[in-house]
């Protein structure tokens, strides 16, 4: 039987007694020896039972007790463990700190001439240093796909720019040309339009005359016959009317034919024109289309812009380069400079070369490394504290219990501490 079922039983079971409460007096002697009998065997496995139960209780409360003096002793290991890290850090910053503030006091103390050598090394690197982010800043004058064009084709830069010049203005020149040419064709064919409809107009003029003449004549052919006069001059006069104006209408109309050849010979020759410069047209159009492709520009100036920055980035590295060179033979001689007076970490001071320059940015380093150095003494204090509690809680606690001394010990041991 399990302990929660053991528990149920003691709090649910009624004594022996009740039950028989409401038996007949006759049966009372009977059941009074009976319940003897049940009641001292009951009662001595109740016993036996209550026994087990105490037993488990205690084993269960002293496991209970026992697992979360463990998981307080565990805590209090991993507090230690942390805070005596933190401290070994902090102490190692300390250190350094401390270094640079010594540092800082023997380049203060220098003879004026050494001084002046150190100062002057840094001013130089000072002005290599920005000489060089100046070269850095040209870098961005062309994105990398550009600068990779121009150096795939550098030969042949200047004569593409000198090429495409001269097309793009033939390209000006073959627009106006087409211009011309199209307006001239315009002309040539309202022209014509016109000399065709004067044609027409004479075609009309002749009509009409030779319709009058010919009702004037048989007017005139009438009246002979109804009057029997002779009209004979009447009618020369009308002939003759119609000859003069046939001739003019006939003269004029040569000339508009003649008109329409020489137009229509011309307009040939302009259409013919026309087509060539076209044709000029798109074959410069196309070179100067391949050539902005080629080189991933959009004009001859922009070309022309682009290879002045090439120039420029291309100089500029070459400057670079050499300024680099000149920089880490100056930062070289700062290090033995200030490793010759004993600073330590003389490195950081190539990168610090105003410090050394102006004394006033001096002054606020050291300010801010002694802050910093005051502030790691206060967590150090503290650390060590909490340190301090740490270990007194844990003595107190195998001094209470020694068997919780090989348990502390192997936590501690697993990160290479001891409790001392």
């Given at each position: 039987?399990?302990?929660?079922?053991?528990?149920?039983?003691?709090?649910?079971?009624?004594?022996?007694?009740?039950?028989?409460?409401?038996?007949?007096?006759?049966?009372?002697?009977?059941?009074?020896?009976?319940?003897?009998?049940?009641?001292?065997?009951?009662?001595?496995?109740?016993?036996?039972?209550?026994?087990?139960?105490?037993?488990?209780?205690?084993?269960?409360?002293a496991?209970?007790?026992?697992?979360?003096?463990?998981?307080?002793?565990?805590?209090?290991?991993?507090?230690?463990?942390?805070?005596?890290?933190?401290?070994?850090?902090?102490?190692?910053?300390?250190?350094?700190?401390t270094?640079?503030?010594?540092?800082?006091?023997?380049i203060?103390?220098?003879?004026?001439?050494?001084?002046?050598?150190?100062?002057?090394?840094?001013k130089?690197?000072?002005?290599?240093?920005?000489?060089?982010?100046?070269?850095?800043?040209?870098?961005?004058?062309?994105?990398?796909?550009?600068?990779?064009?121009?150096?795939?084709?550098?030969?042949?830069?200047?004569?593409?720019?000198k090429?495409?010049?001269?097309?793009?203005?033939?390209?000006?020149?073959?627009?106006?040309?087409?211009?011309?040419?199209?307006?001239?064709?315009?002309?040539?064919?309202?022209?014509?339009?016109?000399?065709?409809?004067?044609?027409?107009?004479?075609?009309?003029?002749?009509?009409?005359?030779?319709?009058?003449?010919?009702?004037?004549?048989?007017?005139?052919?009438l009246?002979?016959?109804?009057?029997?006069?002779?009209?004979?001059?009447?009618?020369?006069?009308?002939?003759?009317?119609?000859?003069?104006?046939?001739a003019?209408?006939?003269?004029?109309?040569?000339d508009?034919?003649?008109?329409?050849?020489?137009?229509?010979?011309?307009?040939?020759?302009?259409?013919?024109?026309?087509?060539?410069?076209?044709?000029?047209?798109?074959?410069?159009?196309?070179?100067?289309?391949?050539?902005?492709?080629?080189?991933?520009?959009?004009?001859?100036?922009?070309?022309?812009?682009?290879?002045?920055?090439?120039?420029?980035?291309?100089?500029?590295?070459?400057?670079?380069?050499?300024?680099?060179?000149d920089?880490?033979?100056?930062?070289?001689?700062?290090?033995?400079?200030?490793?010759?007076i004993?600073?330590?970490?003389?490195?950081?001071?190539?990168?610090?070369?105003?410090?050394?320059?102006?004394?006033?940015?001096?002054?606020?380093?050291?300010?801010?490394?002694n802050?910093?150095?005051?502030?790691?003494?206060?967590?150090?204090?503290?650390?060590?504290?909490?340190?301090?509690?740490?270990?007194?809680?844990?003595?107190?606690?195998?001094?209470?219990?020694?068997?919780?001394?090989?348990?502390?010990?192997?936590?501690?041991?697993?990160?290479?501490?001891?409790?001392?």
């Amino acid at each position: 039987m399990g302990l929660k079922d053991r528990i149920k039983k003691y709090l649910i079971e009624e004594p022996e007694e009740e039950l028989y409460e409401e038996e007949p007096d006759k049966k009372e002697k009977k059941k009074t020896e009976r319940k003897k009998r049940s009641s001292r065997k009951k009662a001595s496995e109740d016993n036996a039972d209550i026994k087990e139960l105490q037993e488990e209780i205690k084993s269960v409360k002293a496991g209970k007790k026992s697992d979360t003096e463990r998981a307080v002793i565990k805590d209090v290991c991993e507090q230690l463990v942390d805070v005596s890290y933190h401290m070994e850090d902090m102490k190692q910053e300390y250190k350094v700190v401390t270094g640079y503030l010594v540092d800082i006091q023997k380049i203060e103390e220098l003879p004026i001439q050494m001084a002046n050598e150190i100062i002057d090394t840094a001013k130089s690197i000072e002005l290599l240093e920005r000489d060089k982010q100046k070269y850095i800043a040209s870098e961005n004058l062309l994105t990398m796909e550009q600068y990779n064009k121009i150096a795939a084709h550098e030969e042949d830069v200047i004569k593409t720019i000198k090429e495409l010049n001269e097309m793009e203005m033939r390209d000006g020149m073959l627009k106006s040309d087409m211009g011309y040419l199209e307006g001239e064709k315009d002309d040539l064919e309202y022209l014509r339009d016109e000399y065709s409809d004067g044609i027409g107009r004479i075609r009309g003029f002749m009509i009409g005359v030779f319709f009058v003449c010919f009702m004037a004549m048989a007017g005139l052919i009438l009246y002979a016959i109804t009057k029997r006069e002779n009209v004979t001059v009447y009618a020369l006069g009308v002939g003759a009317l119609l000859m003069l104006a046939f001739a003019i209408s006939y003269a004029k109309y040569l000339d508009y034919n003649a008109d329409i050849k020489d137009l229509d010979a011309k307009h040939k020759k302009a259409i013919s024109l026309l087509n060539k410069v076209k044709v000029k047209y798109i074959n410069n159009v196309n070179a100067i289309d391949y050539l902005y492709e080629k080189f991933g520009v959009n004009s001859c100036k922009e070309l022309e812009y682009q290879w002045e920055q090439y120039n420029t980035m291309v100089s500029d590295a070459l400057k670079y380069s050499r300024t680099n060179s000149d920089l880490r033979l100056f930062k070289e001689e700062l290090v033995k400079k200030l490793k010759k007076i004993g600073v330590s970490d003389a490195e950081v001071w190539t990168k610090q070369t105003n410090a050394l320059i102006d004394r006033r940015e001096m002054v606020e380093i050291t300010h801010s490394l002694n802050v910093r150095r005051q502030k790691l003494r206060e967590k150090l204090a503290t650390c060590e504290q909490i340190k301090s509690n740490a270990t007194t809680a844990l003595k107190a606690a195998i001094e209470e219990k020694p068997e919780l001394k090989k348990y502390i010990a192997e936590i501690l041991e697993s990160y290479r501490l001891d409790l001392l």
